[in-house]
């Protein structure tokens, strides 16, 4: 079964700082990849996501991520955090056989944003 | 702009009352996902439906909760009886192909339970 793996569950950055958040997936087929952020009593919203193509997707909000195939991993970046950053974030999978739907989260990583 | 809703936002309940909560997903969207999240466990998988047709609820408590979809438009959760440990958020999602073959989903806010 697929899982996710997010390396620190708080990251603390100061703003415009480089923002790096870790994802790592088990899987001998590359799934589908996602990040979702949530922002405080909301619902998750879709930052990105790899299908296949290029490896360095662009998101909202000015985030992209890497897919590297040899590492197993999809980490999320932005150049220059800014306070409204601060948020939940998810990495996400799905498999792309007939359950390609069934979107499986990693426990999220929480992000603070210094002034 | 086209959204998951989910009602009521807010339930506060005594243990031992049946709960429902309710999830309209986006017209047009084939599949609704229920999941709850608590600081302790994170964000978990109750049950999917596609279609209409449950496909999994493997992480659904089958003693208390039950998920339904009675038409298209209506998703259903009810936990009876409710307990302590069900306080958390139940989140509905919808969701739908992409053009690029990938699936897409898209989250109500969520409704914050508190079992009393």
């Known amino acids: 079964a697929q899982s996710v793996t997010q390396l620190g569950s708080h990251v603390s950055v100061s703003e415009g700082a480089l923002v790096l958040l870790r994802c790592n997936y088990s899987s001998s087929v590359p799934p589908y990849l996602f990040w979702y952020v949530q922002y405080p009593n909301q619902g998750l919203q879709l930052l990105l996501k790899?299908?296949?193509?290029?490896?360095l997707v662009k998101g909202i909000n000015g985030f992209e991520a890497e897919f590297k195939k040899s590492e197993t991993s999809f980490h999320l970046t932005k150049p220059s955090a800014h306070m409204s950053d601060a948020a939940e974030y998810f990495c996400?999978?799905?498999?792309?056989?007939?359950?390609?739907?069934?979107?499986?989260f990693g426990p999220g990583t929480s992000l603070s944003v210094i002034p | 702009d086209a959204r998951v809703t989910q009602t009521p936002r807010h339930k506060v309940t005594e243990m031992g009352q049946e709960v429902t909560m309710r999830c309209q997903p986006i017209?047009?969207?084939?599949?609704v996902f229920w999941y709850r999240q608590t600081m302790m466990q994170g964000l978990e998988l109750l049950a999917y439906?596609?279609?209409?047709?449950?496909?999994?609820d493997s992480g659904m408590p089958k003693d208390r909760f039950s998920a339904e979809m009675p038409d298209a438009t209506l998703a259903t959760l009810k936990i009876q009886p409710s307990e302590p440990r069900d306080s958390a958020v139940y989140f509905c999602?919808?969701?739908?192909?992409?053009?690029?073959?990938?699936?897409?989903?898209?989250f109500g806010p969520g409704t914050r339970l508190t079992v009393t």
């Open positions: 996400a999978v799905s498999d792309r056989g007939p359950s390609y739907d069934k979107v499986i």
């Open positions: 999602a919808s969701g739908r192909s992409g053009r690029d073959g990938t699936y897409e989903q898209y």
């Open positions: 439906f596609r279609n209409r047709a449950p496909l999994d």
């Open positions: 017209l047009g969207h084939n599949t």
């Open positions: 790899y299908t296949t193509g290029a490896t």
